[in-house]
């Protein structure tokens, strides 16, 4: 960990929807209040090793996650290399690499590639060479520490993503997971409000299952008047296998 103080620490996966969507208003955030912003890693493969992927997860959520992973190697070995500077045009660029893309079949197989983490780096002004990283399975204990080190934090029955304001010993907590990106003007009102109501000392949790889905170009739900739906533990539940 770097002897730096940050003020916001934001515990990523890059194949978390919601995540990213909170991403872009944290940035927001940030831009506003000069807030200084660490972006830390927390893996959903990692997260989810002990859950069965074929009963617990629709189709896909295991090579999702597994991609996901292996582009966090990367960034772990980029961090490693060139410092923690770069860790937000790294997120920014996968972004434009995927969840800023037009939707179309076979995307997401390109995630997790030495190939797509490529077009990332390149995007983010950094060697190709890192993309290596994809195959290193070395970096997934630096991965882990990380992601233990947010549940430390927040406790165990959490998703993406995790944030701490003013860490180490102050607040933590998963989410807020929305599922738009507040406008400039709503960003850092929205902040305020979650802060305050985190900083309550009885405060636990405040949540609903029924939510529309992620406003995100490359899923295809970019729309006027998103659908409601019933969400259980950050899937839709109607696309769950059946048991």
Same mark, same amino acid.
């Given at each position: 960990?770097?002897?730096?103080?940050?003020?916001?620490?934001?515990?990523?996966?890059?194949?978390?929807?919601?995540?990213?969507?909170?991403?872009?208003?944290?940035?927001?955030?940030?831009?506003?209040?000069?807030? =200084?912003?660490?972006?830390?890693?927390? =893996?959903?493969?990692?997260?989810?090793?002990?859950?069965?992927?074929?009963?617990?997860?629709? /189709?896909?959520?295991?090579?999702?996650?597994?991609?996901?992973?292996?582009?966090?190697?990367?960034?772990?070995?980029?961090?490693?290399?060139?410092?923690?500077?770069?860790? /937000?045009?790294?997120?920014?660029?996968?972004?434009?690499?995927?969840?800023?893309?037009?939707?179309?079949?076979?995307?997401?197989?390109?995630?997790?590639?030495?190939?797509?983490?490529?077009?990332?780096?390149?995007?983010?002004?950094?060697?190709?060479?890192?993309?290596?990283?994809?195959?290193?399975?070395?970096?997934?204990?630096?991965?882990?520490?990380?992601?233990?080190?947010?549940?430390?934090?927040?406790?165990?029955?959490?998703?993406?993503?995790?944030?701490?304001?003013?860490?180490?010993?102050?607040?933590?907590?998963?989410?807020?997971?929305?599922?738009?990106?507040? =406008?400039?003007?709503?960003?850092?009102?929205?902040?305020?409000?979650?802060?305050?109501?985190?900083?309550?000392?009885?405060?636990?949790?405040?949540?609903?299952?029924?939510?529309?889905?992620?406003?995100?170009?490359?899923?295809?739900?970019?729309?006027?008047?998103?659908?409601?739906?019933?969400?259980?533990?950050?899937?839709?539940?109607?696309?769950?296998?059946?048991?």
């Amino acid at each position: 960990m770097s002897n730096e103080k940050y003020d916001i620490e934001f515990f990523w996966d890059p194949i978390c929807p919601f995540a990213w969507v909170t991403s872009r208003w944290v940035e927001k955030v940030a831009l506003q209040t000069n807030y =200084s912003v660490d972006w830390r890693f927390i =893996s959903l493969r990692i997260l989810n090793k002990d859950k069965n992927y074929n009963t617990d997860f629709p /189709s896909g959520y295991e090579q999702g996650h597994t991609a996901g992973l292996r582009f966090l190697r990367v960034a772990a070995k980029v961090r490693e290399d060139k410092g923690r500077d770069y860790m /937000s045009s790294l997120y920014a660029a996968f972004g434009v690499h995927y969840w800023d893309l037009d939707q179309r079949p076979g995307l997401r197989k390109q995630l997790g590639t030495v190939e797509h983490a490529e077009r990332c780096l390149e995007t983010a002004g950094l060697p190709k060479g890192f993309a290596s990283a994809v195959d290193d399975p070395d970096w997934d204990a630096v991965i882990e520490e990380e992601t233990e080190l947010a549940l430390s934090r927040t406790g165990r029955d959490v998703g993406t993503p995790i944030i701490s304001f003013q860490p180490p010993s102050g607040l933590s907590f998963f989410g807020p997971v929305i599922s738009r990106v507040p =406008s400039d003007e709503e960003a850092v009102p929205l902040w305020n409000a979650v802060i305050e109501l985190a900083s309550f000392p009885g405060f636990a949790e405040m949540k609903r299952s029924l939510r529309e889905a992620p406003q995100i170009n490359v899923l295809g739900t970019l729309e006027a008047d998103p659908v409601m739906e019933d969400w259980e533990a950050g899937s839709r539940k109607a696309h769950k296998p059946k048991t």
